[in-house]
């Protein structure tokens, strides 16, 4: 399984494509699907983690209008992306305008996965994290305290 980390700073051209970091691209070789998720920016799956993430989705109740709404906001946004020869992406116009992606685009390896955030709104959203870091983790535990 894939292992993404690290944070990268990169231009969007004008045709809309993104340069994905060697380091990050080496672990997904063959591209893989890039949509929108539950907050302000995309998420890249590499192929094995996009199939486990659509058998999870797929198996929601189909009776639940929440479960329905995540699957047209999940599927419906989902575009297979390969890389070219410089090692970019083409980001579709719907995903760009989604993201607020315009020209400064943070690439941010997130363990499983790659998370691509407009510049401006990453900082925001680092600040607020960075100011509250040690509730957020114990939350993430279930409010169990990170051991030391």
């Keep these: 399984m894939a292992s993404f980390k ?3 700073v990169h231009q969007l051209d004008a045709k809309g494509r993104l340069a994905i970091p060697s380091r990050l691209r080496a672990q997904m070789e063959q591209g893989g699907t890039l949509t929108v998720d539950a907050e302000e920016c995309l998420t890249l799956y590499p192929a094995g983690r996009w199939q486990e ?3 999870e ?6 009776f639940n209008p929440d479960a329905r709404d995540i699957k047209r906001r999940i599927f419906g946004s989902a575009e297979d992306v390969a890389f070219d020869r410089q090692g970019r992406i083409a980001i579709a116009a719907h ?3 989604h993201a607020g992606l315009t020209k400064e685009v943070v690439v941010m390896g997130v363990g499983d996965v790659i998370e691509l955030w407009d510049a401006a709104a990453w900082q925001e959203r680092h600040v607020r994290i960075a100011a509250d870091a040690s509730n957020i983790m114990r939350r993430a535990r279930g409010g169990v305290p990170l051991s030391t």
């Design 6 to 8: 690290g944070t990268y």
């Design 53 to 55: 993430r659509e058998h």
């Design 57 to 62: 989705i797929s198996t929601l109740d189909p």
């Design 95 to 97: 995903l760009r305008d």
